[in-house]
């Protein structure tokens, strides 16, 4: 009773037959998953070729909004009983260009996990950071929801929510302060600690899985590095260690997998530039 998710930001992916296609249906493969996210699909049409290409039994869902950019769900038929795959508006919070959320409810031998696909709202501008703060009481009211229906119905109310957050920052002009008031470290504290106090009575909060390496975003010639791509889960989730970080010695439960292992310089920005921009995210679910 586990099951191996990989979640990617594969930038601008088209889906097309061609070699990128392959190189990341391969770098897919190598960690075997049962539940597949790629962000940043720009052709509804070439995903559902790609997916029947490469991912053969699996069930496949696309995300459909205004935006060019969206979710292709990829999850392993032989692996769950049954698969609900919901479309979540209400995580475009009124923005016509946000990616909706998708919501994958997943039965393995009778265990429910809920596992939700969020891109956020990207920028360090007021903006994009009311966005992403709105967009997290929607993770945390969904979170109360289901534990309200496991009370009510006795079913799991396991969420798990990962995906490229985008979490940037906060940056006023420069005419109004010389300096950033909040870095993207900052609001990912902020974050934790609105999950963990994100309950009432009865009800329980969430954390942020630790991961292998901090940050997941690169461009190329290391001009900015990020740490944007996330998970996060409720307290009835266990995510398997698979293995020490090697910042702290500690144990992490997501692997960070892509540019990172590149050698700095060339081989570190062709990997960026042919395949994406973001490391994948690969966690087991227990």
Known sequence: MAFTVVSWNVEHFDGLADARANDIAGFIQQHNPDLIAIYELEDSHSGFLFAHAHFQGFFTF????????EILILANSAQFDHVTVTQQHKFR?????????????????GVHTNVLFLHSASGTLGDAFGDRIEIATHIFNLNKRLQEIEQDSGLAARLIVTGDFNTMGLQF?????????QTFQDELTGLAHLASRAHRPNFQGMAFATKEHDLTFSNPNNRDQSNLDHVLVSAGVQ????????????????????????????????????RSDHCALIFTVQ
């Open 93 to 109: 919070i009124g923005n016509p260009f946000l990616r909706p959320g998708a919501l994958a409810t997943l039965t393995q031998q």
């Open 173 to 181: 002009p420069r005419k109004l302060v010389s300096h950033r008031v």
């Open 62 to 69: 696309i995300t459909e909004g205004q935006n060019n950019q």
């Open 239 to 274: 995510l398997a260690n698979r293995g020490n970080r090697p910042s702290d010695g500690n144990p992490f439960q997501v692997s960070v997998q892509g540019w990172i292992q590149q050698p700095s310089g060339q081989a570190r920005d062709d990997f960026i530039n042919t």
